[in-house]
């Protein structure tokens, strides 16, 4: 199975700085099948990205998710109060689909 | 506006069985893969198992594989979890989720399972 490792564990920032979360795969990921989810506490994950780069529908342009093959990164431009949460990759590529072991953003 | 509400998890004995229920709305559900996804006590997601749209083809992860099954029942926009031989380590909330193709696009609340005598 491919395994996602995300970094950092935790990113400690203040609302308007820029976040830059990262998430390497131990295999290629085909046609960049790469997505990231956001999870509040008590809460369902939510889809920000899909395929590596694309917005799911209602997420603000601050988000922005890019990479390809291996390495992906999703950058959130400037922070806003409600961003601070628990960010997940997810390749769903390949079954079984595999999720990455999250990044915590969290008030500096 | 898409809506999926699991129900029918709960309390059950190890080696007992449960099946949990989630009922899509807002959506053409037939058109859509569903998937199982699971969070245990402070732990990231694991994603279970999903089924296509026509429930001609189910994947799974190895740590369910044989000892749960994922249906689907598109008259009724239902899609179903049968979970037999549970253990502790299946103690979780589970969610279903739906997508285009295997990304979850929408998700439910969830609901709780708890593997314990």
């Known amino acids: 199975e491919i395994v996602l490792t995300q970094s950092p564990g935790t990113l400690s920032l203040s609302p308007g700085e820029r976040a830059t979360l990262s998430c390497r795969a131990s295999?290629?990921?085909?046609?960049?099948?790469l997505a990231w989810y956001q999870q509040k506490p008590g809460q369902a994950p939510r889809l920000l990205i899909d395929?590596?780069?694309r917005r799911a529908t209602g997420i603000p342009d601050r988000f922005s998710g890019s990479g390809s093959g291996t390495d992906f990164t999703l950058t959130i431009s400037r922070l806003e109060p409600e961003d601070f949460a628990v960010y997940y990759c997810?390749?769903?590529?390949?079954?079984?689909?595999?999720f990455g072991g999250g990044t915590k953003v969290e008030i500096k | 506006e898409v809506q999926l509400v699991e129900s029918g998890g709960g309390l059950v004995q190890p080696g007992g069985s449960l099946r949990l229920s989630c009922v899509g709305s807002?959506?053409?559900?037939?058109?859509?893969?569903m998937t199982w996804v699971r969070q245990a006590p402070g732990k990231g997601p694991e994603w279970l198992a999903n089924?296509?749209?026509?429930?001609?083809?189910?994947n799974y992860v190895d740590s369910v594989r044989g000892r749960f099954t994922i249906t689907r029942d598109n008259a009724k926009n239902s899609v179903f979890l049968q979970m037999n031989s549970v253990r502790a380590e299946d103690t979780a909330v589970y969610y279903c989720?739906?997508?285009?193709?295997?990304?979850?696009?929408?998700w439910g609340q969830g609901t709780l399972v708890t593997v314990s005598s």
């Open positions: 997810q390749q769903c590529a390949t079954s079984p689909l595999t």
């Open positions: 295999q290629i990921i085909s046609n960049n099948y």
């Open positions: 089924i296509k749209q026509d429930g001609s083809e189910e």
């Open positions: 395929d590596a780069s």
């Open positions: 989720a739906s997508g285009r193709y295997w990304t979850s696009d929408s």
């Open positions: 807002g959506f053409t559900f037939s058109s859509y893969w």
